[in-house]
């Protein structure tokens, strides 16, 4: 790189960046940052809001301007190396990397950064990447992490101002009657619900929520045709089949998951539909309960798979099951504090403890009736009573 002209058109780029507004609420991966880290990775699926969040965490640290590099990794031809280590020569003490899956050799550049210069590195990359499938060893040198979409908590801090308490599932287990009496006099539970299952699981819908689902199928092109095409060296004729893969899994009942007829109708063989779901997954557009990987080879069959929030239906289905909807809601709230298991009786078991049974407003016990620790999980009701819990509560879980 020549020198401080090229350095200085960085800096011009990253003032920009670090002018723009940012926002005062913080997503949940913040609280759970270690910022005595020489190097941070922050993975996610595009839209989710990596770009703010590490805007954020270079604010935590309360460093001149001068002092902080932010770059954008589709816009660098040079060396990521050579990038820090003249920003190093100037007295830089914090790089930040956005969209990091767009550098070559971004593993190895990583690597000689950590272990040749002595600042700290903040990165972001696609949720895709692979970290664990690298020739150079990143685990020892980075700590990373993983931003979900949002929570429906999250969505209400955003969209309306109404900041709540995160729950455990412990206070959800024990106390969902009152909390959710607490929490009706904030809001109109339902109703807001009603709003997240529409719009709410991505951050860009204060952009605008006519154009939220365009954005959104747009962002699932981007997922396929660019990260995974480049990440897994995937033909475009093959991301085709991917995509009519997501479109028949989102039209499948869970229970009714016949990986023979899913592979037949995708028109692909077995092992080549394990890939494409471990690709899928890796990816964050769908979550497979059971069917553990080695790689992309699926140890035994998945029990259930569902796409990764409850907005993805509202683009990828032409015929929405609102059991799959429900499910699909719980799953994603659940899963990023607690192990969710199938269940032979109910529908889940989670941390290996508690069966719960997701369903209406009129579902029931008979399913799960004289099973210790199980609940009913009910949809389309504020409160619940006894081990009868509100679907929407499990949304306050991060």
Known sequence: MSSTVSLEKLYEFSNLYFSLPTPEFKRYLYEEIDFSSKMIGILGQRGVGKTTLIRQLAQNYALPSSKILYISADNIVDSLFEIAKEFSSFGGELLIIDEIHKADNFAHELKTIYDFLDIKVIFSGSSALEIENSKVDLSRRVLFYKLHSLSLREFLAIKY???LPKLTLEDILTKHQDIASDIKKELKPLEYFKYYKEFGAYPFFTEGEKGYSLRLNEIINIILDSEVATIYNVDSDKINTIRKLLHLLCSSVPVELNIQNLSSSAGVSRNTLYSYLYYLQKA?????IGGNFANKKLLNKPDKI??????????????QNIGSLRESFFVSQTKINHTIK??????????DTFIFEIGGKNKDFSQIKDIKNSFVVADEIETGFGNKIPLWLFGFLY
């Open 161 to 163: 101002d109404i900041n």
């Open 284 to 288: 964050n557009l769908i979550e497979i």
């Open 342 to 351: 199938y269940a032979q009786k109910g529908d889940f078991m989670v941390d």
């Open 306 to 319: 569902y796409l990764e929030n409850i907005n993805l239906y509202n683009i990828l289905c032409s015929h």
